[in-house]
């Protein structure tokens, strides 16, 4: 794997309950992603980041904030937990110079109850 | 809207042979595509690109096909091994950058011993 790095690797939170994901790289790539993967849709982008502070809504950002303060650490907050943000996630770097591809962490299971 | 499906959920073939997957796209204008390989548990990893001037791309026993006409790319994988057993995924970025990646749901690919 790339150094990717996410953490927790499982969670199990009450609704309400606010929880951040950490995603963590060693390659100094530019682009950062949070996706969502759920059995029927495939991975959903969250939110993206293209450089220390710059990011961006993807297409199932509602209930999701992110924040990027240095170039190697990516969070991502569900304020309120709900049950239907029981999900996959997983972290995804690329460079973003050309025609690259992106590489994965290995994934949070978080689950709302 | 955007839409992009893979032809089945599930495929079973025998070993030794080939595997064919299909990935239809509808209102994009993708720069280029990707495949990904994912094993249960683990997050995606990249496998081949297609540009859109290229009709068709390999690597060892893979073979993708790009037909911007047709919107589908065909992904096989020949002489096929149980280790291939996996999920396959497709995906689309417009920018050419892997900024903004849309994948399928994904096709699991079982070969049977």
């Known amino acids: 794997d790339a150094g990717i790095t996410q953490s927790p690797r499982h969670k199990v939170t009450e609704t309400g309950t606010p929880v951040t994901l950490r995603c963590h790289q060693t390659?100094?790539?530019?682009?950062m992603y949070w996706y969502r993967q759920d059995p029927g849709h495939g991975l959903r982008l969250i939110h993206y980041?293209?450089?220390?502070?710059?990011?961006d809504k993807g297409e199932v950002s509602d209930g999701y904030s992110v924040s990027r303060s240095k170039t190697e650490d990516f969070l991502l907050t569900l304020e309120s937990a709900t049950s239907s943000q029981t999900s996959v996630y997983f972290c995804?770097?690329?460079?973003?110079?050309?025609?690259?591809?992106?590489?994965f962490g290995q994934g949070t299971r978080l689950t709302v109850v | 809207s955007q839409k992009i499906e893979q032809n089945s959920e599930a495929l079973n073939i025998q070993e030794g042979k080939t595997a064919t997957l299909t990935c239809n796209y509808t209102n994009y204008s993708p720069a280029y595509l990707q495949w990904y390989r994912q094993d249960p548990g683990r997050g995606p990893v990249f496998l081949l690109l297609i540009r859109e001037n290229e009709k068709e791309k390999r690597k060892e026993r893979l073979k993708v096909t790009f037909d911007t006409t047709l919107k589908q790319s065909l992904f096989h994988i020949t002489a096929s091994q149980p280790a291939d057993s996996a999920t396959y995924l497709c995906?689309?970025?417009?920018?050419?950058?892997?900024?903004?990646?849309?994948f399928g749901s994904g096709t699991q690919l079982t070969v049977l011993p």
């Open positions: 390659e100094n790539h530019r682009y």
């Open positions: 995804a770097i690329s460079d973003g110079e050309g025609y690259t591809e992106a590489f």
């Open positions: 980041s293209y450089g220390v502070k710059d990011t």
């Open positions: 995906a689309l970025d417009l920018s050419g950058s892997a900024r903004q990646l849309t």
